[in-house]
């Protein structure tokens, strides 16, 4: 027989005494965007994730906190000036894993007038609030940036947007919900939701995907953030609601060695109207992406397809000397966007805005459904989203999130490059590459990490030149790894330096600390 247990508002034992507020399916940047802003509110909060946080469409973006330049050629000039707006407050919320970068637009005149561009990026910058640096010409022949492009690119723009680590971004906001209160359950399947007898709450029951253990959670509210899977909870997971009208549109990015020395991003327009990044990843590669293919299938086995692989090949052998094919590719994924339905004909031009619905069931059990969405905007979501119900709860604050930093995020010092160098006096012993990549994963919380460590043999096991495991370990116990996937391709991007022996080393050592 199956164990049942309550679950209450704590990160400890069981209870079967008190009701939940939220239940929020999904470990997306929206569920623990919601998790966080309604904990730091005062609500009783409870997130299941099937899988690990952000392990599915959040951690398969283009890793881009921006405007939507594009989507000002389908006048959502709401949303651009929205997610304008937020990239400025994530840039000071976290500015270890939000960071400025600028991106070279390469000018083709048989796909739009130069004027034409230059009008919406002038457009662009007068929406955008904040000191960025505006945008501008470049002349290719006569710069670094036209270096590794071909010669009959002479001209071009440039502009600035901002890079983030999309899985670490993700994490630190269910940290940040975990600080306020909630409780996160990775690896926790909700399997079936039906409302109580009162009819004013919900009983929801889930199942541990490791080890099959289940448990029952009793809320007053289910907020459906599943993202892809939100169809698959509205038509089969939560007893009575109605399924939405939604579309599901697969990007896929391709991994490759690095094809420029510069720290800039090219931003690419191809005779489809498709817009293709080569964005610098890591030390050593680039990032190439995105693709937006109508999808139908498996989302549990998600991977390029070979058509959407030769595409962005030959986009890059479009515009660059060196010639790229399949053969150079280190790494590939795939994420599903989960997109309103709006009759648009092709999916580049479907809406990136969202939907907010909540719905209130003839017994009188109530759930919230999040559709849509961009990774930029998940703040401003999460916001209107507990909103929402201000009429249902009595908030103990109001809205707080605009100003707040992540649990990374409070850096202080102007610059992370200003961080750096400060801890490299309090840490004088940590090699360079390491210290660079801590400061720039956990920003103040390096202080956590490295607690009480005086030279690199209190850092332990070394399972590869760029991972020990005091790192291992502090992930296990504040981040919720639980494997090496976990670890080495999203709180870290490890997996693209490690070979099959650190990782059979790594697997061991977490074996050996859950052996059930």
């Not at 889930?206 to 038509?235: F, M, Y």
Request: net charge neutral; with cysteine; charged share 20%.
């Amino acid at each position: 027989m199956a164990l049942l247990i309550l679950v209450i508002n704590t990160n400890n034992a069981p209870s079967n005494q008190f009701l939940n507020d939220l239940l929020i399916i999904g470990g997306g940047i929206n569920g623990v965007g919601i998790a966080r802003d309604a904990a730091g509110r005062g609500l009783k909060v409870v997130l299941c994730e099937k899988g690990d946080l952000g392990s599915a469409t959040s951690s398969s973006s283009t890793k881009l906190i921006h405007g939507g330049l594009r989507y000002l050629e389908h006048y959502e000039f709401g949303l651009v000036r929205s997610a304008l707006k937020e990239r400025e407050i994530l840039l000071k919320c976290a500015p270890h894993i939000v960071r400025p970068m600028r991106f070279i637009l390469p000018h083709n005149p048989n796909i739009r007038p130069a004027w034409l561009v230059r009008m919406g990026l002038f457009l662009y910058d007068f929406m955008a609030p904040g000191d960025f640096q505006p945008s501008g010409s470049i002349d290719l022949s006569d710069t670094r940036y036209g270096i590794p492009l071909r010669q009959n690119f002479k001209t071009g723009m440039y502009y600035s947007d901002c890079w983030v680590d999309d899985s670490r971004l993700v994490v630190e906001n269910a940290m940040d919900a975990k600080i306020r209160g909630a409780t996160i359950l990775t690896n926790s399947e909700c399997t079936s939701a039906k409302p109580n007898p009162s009819g004013d709450s919900w009983l929801i029951s889930l199942r541990d995907s490791l080890n099959g253990t289940q448990q029952t959670v009793s809320a007053k509210i289910i907020i459906n953030a599943a993202g892809p899977w939100a169809e698959h909870c509205l038509s089969t997971v939560i007893e009575g609601a109605k399924k939405p009208r939604m579309r599901l549109v697969q990007g896929s990015h391709i991994i490759v060695p690095q094809l420029f020395d510069h720290g800039s991003a090219y931003i690419f327009q191809n005779t489809d109207n498709r817009i293709v990044f080569a964005i610098p990843y890591e030390r050593d590669f680039t990032m190439v992406g995105t693709t937006d293919m109508p999808f139908q299938g498996n989302l549990e086995a998600l991977s390029p397809s070979d058509t959407e692989i030769r595409y962005l090949c030959e986009t890059i052998n479009h515009f660059f000397d060196k010639s790229l094919s399949i053969k150079d590719l280190v790494w590939s994924f795939s994420g599903v966007r989960p997109l309103i339905e709006d009759g648009s004909t092709s999916a580049d031009k479907v809406t990136r805005d969202y939907r907010i619905e909540l719905t209130k069931l003839d017994g009188g059990a109530t759930y919230l459904s999040i559709l849509g969405g961009k990774l930029t905007t998940y703040r401003k979501l999460a916001e209107e989203a507990v909103d929402k119900l201000a009429h249902i709860f009595d908030f103990k604050r109001s809205a707080w999130t605009v100003s707040a930093a992540l649990p990374g995020g409070g850096i202080r010092a102007s610059s992370i490059e200003a961080f750096t160098n400060s801890i490299s006096l309090e840490y004088p012993w940590l090699p360079k590459h390491l210290l660079e990549r801590y400061a720039r994963s956990y920003g103040a919380r390096i202080s956590t990490l490295l607690k009480n460590a005086q030279c690199t043999s209190d850092l332990g096991i070394s399972f590869s030149p760029d991972l020990y495991e005091r790192e291992v370990q502090y992930l296990v116990t504040h981040e919720w790894a639980r494997t090496t996937e976990d670890i080495l391709w999203r709180r870290t991007k490890l997996g693209l330096y490690v070979d099959e022996a650190a990782t059979i080393r790594l697997k061991t050592w977490l074996d050996s600390q859950n052996p059930n």
